[in-house]
């Protein structure tokens, strides 16, 4: 009954309910579209795109750890538009269509699996603060990967009972997702397991599906041929980790991805604990398909926690956990159990906004989105546009972006410009082989190991100028005799 008075006051409201909505989900968005905070990733990720489109080559000339399609969807932009060198609002603006269409493409499967407006309206809605505190405010590879992956399964589902050639393409789509990011491939199984219970059930759609995934993979073989196989052998988050001394053991990496979905659970959703137990209730109801496709997701993007734990993981888990709440509000429990999962729902809401308001405070970053700016603005007056500069913190990675300079591991490491994920060694290693070091020295204790006491002293030994009057931040220059004078032009 109590149920029944809720559902009827937000009924009753529920155009105001949905303009207030769309206010408190947008504001967000626009003042990060302002102020244009540079996610240390983001900075990695345009860095690459922006070498791609001065002649650089994939693979050989920048390595990175990643398939293609998102670089050159970066260095594409940027030539077809001319976008300056270090211009950010661009690749903003269209990373957060490709977040707004992920969000209208999972309004349309909840939609489909609900036949309710109202309830497919929310978790849409509820999907852009829940992505957005888990780092989805920045450029980052997840969110177009997981909606080339999304886009998959809503024509998996719309297109039934079709010519089996459509899977073709649809397989092409799905492995746009694989071909932003790995992981996207879990979204294969999910097209397949969508066709053997939701679809066709035809064993010749899959093989189609398939085709049409294998060809632009093969495609990107054929092109870049072993290059690209070492995408698969990188021993990405395991052998640089074990080369660091950290435990890489099969025992830690299955704890890691304990940890991480319950992380997940606990802080974020919790509705993925308490939709196990309205399980039987979906049986009961013919709903155990949806919430079987909602928990596949969940805990099979969980898999990438072996590799990193980072909370931007998480967002391949968002649509999914959104879909798992749809399937919790439109079916039917005791008391008991309803007031459970409103609570659990409730806490999802909450923890959106509040956290999503909260990263809001730039303050609380080690350098704000102005700081950088102005940080990058002085490195532009000393250093030669492709010379090579080391951020030392990771707090200074976009600089790479911004200013634009090169990195000394430009073609030899697998992952990043900086210094993460490398022992001492390697660190000294390439702050020896750059001619501009970006460091700051308050920032010591705060660092991850490799900025080590030999190190700190080996790059204090050259001269050096304050750049920015809030932060204790230095220009070194990596020539002893050298005289740091400003560029007359950049």
């Not at 059930?201 to 085709?211: D, G, Q």
């Not at 093969?218 to 041929?225: D, G, M, N, R, V």
């Not at 698969?232 to 099969?250: H, K, P, Q, V």
Request: hydrophobic letters at 50%.
């Amino acid at each position: 009954m109590q149920t029944d008075k809720i559902q009827q006051f937000f009924v009753r409201y529920q155009q105001v309910w949905k303009v207030l909505a769309v206010i408190v989900a947008a504001i967000p968005l626009v003042v990060c579209f302002v102020a244009q905070p540079i996610f240390c990733d983001t900075a990695y990720y345009l860095s690459v795109g922006q070498r791609l489109a001065e002649g650089y080559r994939l693979y050989s000339d920048v390595r990175v750890g990643y398939p293609p399609l998102w670089f050159y969807l970066v260095a594409s932009l940027k030539l077809i538009f001319s976008i300056p060198d270090g211009c950010y609002w661009p690749y903003l603006l269209l990373y957060y269509l490709f977040y707004l269409a992920t969000g209208l493409i999972l309004y349309r499967i909840a939609l489909l699996f609900t036949q309710r407006r109202s309830v497919a309206f929310f978790v849409a809605w509820l999907f852009f603060p829940f992505a957005y505190w888990q780092f989805a405010y920045g450029v980052l590879l997840e969110m177009p990967s997981v909606l080339f992956g999304l886009l998959s399964c809503y024509l998996v589902l719309t297109f039934q009972n079709k010519s089996h050639w459509h899977y073709l393409w649809i397989g092409a789509i799905a492995a746009a997702s694989f071909l932003v990011k790995q992981y996207g491939a879990g979204f294969l199984l999910l097209d397949i397991y969508l066709i053997l219970f939701m679809g066709d059930r035809n064993w010749k759609a899959i093989c189609f599906l398939l085709a049409g995934y294998l060809l632009p993979i093969l495609l990107c073989f054929a092109i870049w041929q072993q290059d690209f196989l070492c995408l698969f052998l990188n021993g990405y988050g395991t052998t640089s980790a074990e080369e660091a001394g950290r435990d890489t053991s099969l025992q830690s990496k299955l704890g890691d991805i304990f940890d991480g979905w319950w992380r997940f659970c606990g802080d974020a959703c919790p509705a993925a604990i308490a939709g196990l137990l309205i399980f039987k209730n979906s049986k009961q109801q013919n709903r155990l398909t949806y919430f079987l496709f909602a928990l596949c997701g969940i805990l099979g993007f969980s898999l990438q926690f072996y590799f990193n734990i980072e909370r931007h993981y998480r967002i391949y888990l968002v649509p999914f956990a959104c879909l798992l709440i749809a399937e919790m509000l439109v079916t039917k429990t005791r008391p008991w159990l309803t007031t459970i999962k409103y609570l659990a729902i409730l806490w999802t809401v909450g923890a959106s906004l509040y956290n999503t308001y909260r990263l809001l405070d730039f303050t609380h970053d080690n350098c704000t989105p102005s700081e950088i700016r102005a940080i990058s603005a002085q490195v532009k007056q000393y250093v030669p546009k492709n010379a090579v500069l080391w951020p030392a913190q990771g707090a200074y990675y976009p600089l790479t972006f911004t200013t634009p300079t090169l990195m000394p591991n430009l073609s030899t490491n697998g992952y990043s410009f900086g210094p993460l994920g490398l022992n001492p060694a390697e660190a000294m290693e390439q702050a020896k082989s750059a001619e501009w070091v970006v460091y700051d020295p308050d920032l010591l204790h705060q660092s991850f190991y490799y900025l080590t006491d030999s190190l700190d002293a080996y790059v204090k030994q050259f001269p050096s100028v304050p750049l920015c009057e809030t932060k204790g931040v230095r220009l070194y220059r990596m020539e002893k005799e050298a005289v740091i004078e400003p560029l007359e032009s950049y």
